[in-house]
């Protein structure tokens, strides 16, 4: 296993060294054993296994053995997660949001980054937050991963040890774009992390509006993103008033994005399709209300405006 990179990382690697060296002093023993009996009493040789019954001190063996081994396992996982859930007073707080398929981490004061970047040896608590389904998030490198579910507080913490660039994973399958849903931590030295902490932007959030729960209730973001990333269908963010190239059954037309056209594209979805995309969608007409379909559209157009 790659070295890790936080100070939780030695107490999982302890358990996890554990088990995989008990586990591979059996395997390779058991097979070795099981080898050895095929030779030794290969039909060829003609010789006759010892049969017995009813054996105590076998009996007594194969129950101690396994139930210490067990115990042991448990002792080095415990020791291992046990600090995970006790974070140290004076932590510096992260919300880290999931949403499909994209990580965003929020300082605080309007300072928001697609990537995590801390300072090194630096306690730091990441309160776990989702916008729409199950996530998980993971560093491998710090030895870490909580699920992210809606509705639920849940949050995890680590002391990053070493500067460098580290890989954040999804880890619970949530759409078609889940092993699109990566980003980076970023561990810099104090002075160079607040330079980068005071040039960040502010972004300015939007609030969770009607428009984005109906969007969700009536699974448009399974088929598109809000981040930009291509799934079945064209991404929505930032979409209204930009020129798009359509299919249409007649050819193909430019035509901008506008308030009518999305209202067209939810009652009448294959008329006029995004060039690059299938022609999949089912009608919402009669699914959705007309007035639930503006909701939705000046949702879209509100977007366009961050």
């Keep these: 296993m790659f070295e890790g990179a936080s100070n939780l990382a030695a107490g999982v690697d302890k358990a996890f060294d554990f088990i995989f060296y008990i586990s591979a002093f059996f395997i390779i023993g058991i097979t070795g054993f099981m080898v050895f009996i095929l030779f030794k009493f290969a039909r060829k040789r003609h010789k006759q296994p010892q049969q017995f019954r009813g054996s105590v001190k076998l009996e007594v063996l194969w ?23 006790e974070v140290p007073k004076g932590a510096m707080e992260v919300n880290a ?13 309007g300072k928001r980054s697609k990537e995590l970047v801390l300072p090194v040896n630096r306690n730091v608590k990441l309160n776990l937050i989702s916008e729409d389904v199950n996530h998980s998030l993971a560093i491998p490198a710090f030895r870490v991963k909580e699920d992210v579910v809606p509705g639920y507080k849940n949050y995890l913490w680590f002391k990053p040890t070493k500067l460098g660039d580290y890989d954040i994973y999804c880890t619970e399958y949530c759409g078609l774009n889940h092993s699109g849903m990566l980003s980076k931590a970023k561990i810099l030295d104090s002075a160079a992390y607040n330079q980068w902490l005071a040039e960040l932007k502010v ?32 991404p929505l963010n930032g979409i209204f008033g930009k020129k798009s190239l359509v299919v249409t059954s007649s050819g193909e037309k430019e ?52």
């Design 97 to 109: 949001i999931g949403r499909m398929w994209e990580w965003e981490f929020d300082y605080g004061n």
């Design 203 to 234: 972004t300015k959030v939007l609030p969770s509006s009607e428009g984005l729960a109906l969007m969700k209730k009536n699974n448009c973001l399974s088929c598109h993103s809000m981040s930009g990333a291509k799934v079945v269908g064209p």
């Design 63 to 85: 129950t101690l053995i396994p139930t210490i081994i067990a115990l042991l396992m448990f002792y080095y996982g415990w020791q291992g997660f046990k600090p995970m859930r």
């Design 255 to 306: 035509i901008t994005i506008d308030e009518a056209y999305l209202k067209r594209s939810i009652l009448s979805p294959n008329d006029e399709v995004v060039k690059g995309f299938p022609a999949v969608m089912q009608s919402y007409k009669g699914v959705v209300s007309d007035e639930d379909i503006q909701k939705m559209v000046d949702y879209l157009k509100a977007q366009d405006a961050e």
